[in-house]
């Protein structure tokens, strides 16, 4: 599986951008990177994912570097409700049998803190 | 639209017994997983459900088993529980076992004493 590598925590200010680096050097070129977040005990929330380009939508921009091996994480305005473990995932083709199954594969994530 | 849903929210069983916890998948989505968290750790894959048959298994034992219906709600069984089996058990759906984005229920926290 390939392996991702987050800090273990980041502080951010309220209203600055919060910028979480994930490094994946071992990543295939046709795998996914993806992000969730998960807010004490509850489930993780999707929030963004990409293979190559950059993306962007309503909760964040994902950065992918042109060799694939780090991408970064941008939450444009942090707020106090983004204070949450965020994981960077890359999604891993597996199965039992043919064709395209998918699973992922969740490390001890970044804990953000955005203070007041 | 109506999100991943699990039941119940939060289950107390001692050591030996047995356990079942239910899904509900998102609307029109057919593939389930399983997931289970300890404390202080990302989620651990238990396994798949496609179509009503398991799509494959992470690395936990047999003892953990479960289901699929025709609605494509799901359930989680553990038998003869032990005290690791302690954790959050998080269901997610996606629309197909090819596609991408997995959405998560909230979970179920379950203790064994």
């Known amino acids: 599986d390939a392996k991702t590598t987050q800090p273990p925590s980041m502080d951010c200010a309220e209203g600055r951008a919060a910028n979480l680096p994930c490094n994946h050097s071992?990543?295939?070129?046709?795998?996914?990177v993806y992000w969730y977040r998960q807010i004490h005990s509850q489930g993780p929330q999707y929030i963004i994912h990409g293979l190559k380009n950059n993306e962007t939508n309503e909760m964040a921009s994902l950065i992918i570097t042109e060799d694939r091996k780090s991408s970064t994480l941008i939450l444009p305005h942090a707020t106090l409700r983004d204070t949450a473990v965020y994981y960077c995932i890359v999604r891993v083709r597996w199965g039992n049998s043919g064709g395209s199954n998918y699973k992922l594969t969740f490390g001890k994530g970044t804990l953000l803190t955005v203070n007041p | 639209e109506t999100g991943v849903t699990q039941s119940p929210t939060h289950l107390i069983k001692t050591r030996g017994q047995q356990v079942t916890l239910r899904c509900s998948s998102q609307s029109g989505h057919n593939t389930v997983s399983w997931y289970q968290q300890a404390l202080g750790q990302g989620p651990q894959f238990i396994f798949q459900?496609?179509?009503?048959?398991?799509?494959g298994r992470g690395n936990f034992p047999p003892r953990f088993s479960g289901l699929q219906f025709p609605n494509y709600s799901s359930e989680l069984n553990v038998n003869a529980l032990e005290l690791d089996d302690s954790a959050l058990y998080l269901c997610?759906?996606?629309?197909?076992?090819?596609?991408?984005?997995?959405?998560f229920g909230p979970g179920t926290r379950l203790t064994v004493l």
């Open positions: 997610a759906s996606s629309l197909d076992r090819s596609t991408d984005t997995q959405y």
């Open positions: 071992t990543i295939s070129g046709n795998e996914y």
């Open positions: 459900y496609y179509r009503e048959e398991e799509n």
